[in-house]
């Protein structure tokens, strides 16, 4: 099994910065794909941005140009650099790894608070 920890969610100004970590471990298969998504309340959890293996991004049209996602060289750690935060970046934001095989399958971290207000 996959498990996922995530952290760096926090309070933040209009404007500011927040960097989010996800640590996956356990049985990673190499066709997977990474990304984060974020519910606010009352809202659908949408996707945020997700990052496949060999780089390849993409992003909701709402953080195009303010925020990056990012894998380290193990592929084991995925990054979401959140900048020029808008109050409605608020959300939890959750940490998901796809992973692809005979059974594909979806892993979720606990989700981290984020909240942008002034």
């Known amino acids: 099994q996959v498990q996922l920890v995530e952290s760096g969610g926090g309070l933040v100004q209009p404007g500011g910065s927040l960097r989010l970590s996800c640590a996956a471990s356990g049985i990673i298969l190499s066709t997977n794909v990474m990304g984060w998504y974020r519910q606010a309340p009352g809202k659908e959890r949408e996707v945020v941005a997700n990052?496949?293996?060999?780089?390849?991004?993409n992003y909701a049209d709402s953080v195009k140009g303010r925020f990056t996602i990012s894998r380290d060289n193990a592929k084991t750690r995925v990054y979401l650099q959140m900048n020029s935060l808008k109050p409605e970046d608020t959300a939890v934001y959750y940490c998901?790894?796809?992973?692809?095989?005979?059974?594909?399958?979806?892993?979720w971290g606990q989700g981290t608070q984020v909240t942008v207000s002034s």
């Open positions: 998901n790894m796809e992973q692809y095989g005979l059974n594909s399958r979806s892993f």
């Open positions: 990052i496949t293996r060999g780089g390849i991004v």
